[in-house]
């Protein structure tokens, strides 16, 4: 198994940053990718930014592209979620989740960090 612990969300104003992190224990060699969802109260879940474990292969949703940037340092185990020019409908819970493969769900989850961004 692979555990997943996220940190870093806030209360933030708009157009500030935050930087989240998601720390990974575990089975931690047989991750291939790690994502970033987010879901806000009355929405569902949604995909917000991903990469390969080892790097690269990135990618993001429409409505995040160019403010926000995923990362990860092998070294520490924990991969990054780099915010900036935050937005109010950027408010939501953060989850980083992983898998096994490049074909297979994501399967892993951790419990979520609150991000609020007010106006």
């Known amino acids: 198994q692979v555990q997943l612990v996220e940190s870093g969300g806030g209360s933030v104003q708009a157009g500030d940053s935050l930087r989240l992190s998601c720390a990974a224990s575990g089975r931690t060699f047989s991750v291939y990718g790690v994502a970033w969802f987010r879901q806000a109260p009355g929405n569902e879940r949604e995909f917000v930014a991903s990469?390969?474990?080892?790097?690269?292969?990135?990618n993001y949703a429409d409505s995040v592209k160019g403010r926000f940037t995923i990362s990860s340092d092998n070294a520490k185990n924990t991969v990054y979620l780099q915010m900036n020019s935050l937005k109010p409908e950027d408010t939501a819970v953060y989850y980083c989740?992983?898998?096994?493969?490049?074909?297979?769900?994501?399967?892993?989850w951790g419990r979520g960090t609150q991000v609020t961004v007010s106006s």
């Open positions: 989740a992983t898998r096994g493969g490049p074909n297979r769900s994501f399967d892993y």
């Open positions: 990469m390969r474990w080892m790097g690269g292969n990135t």
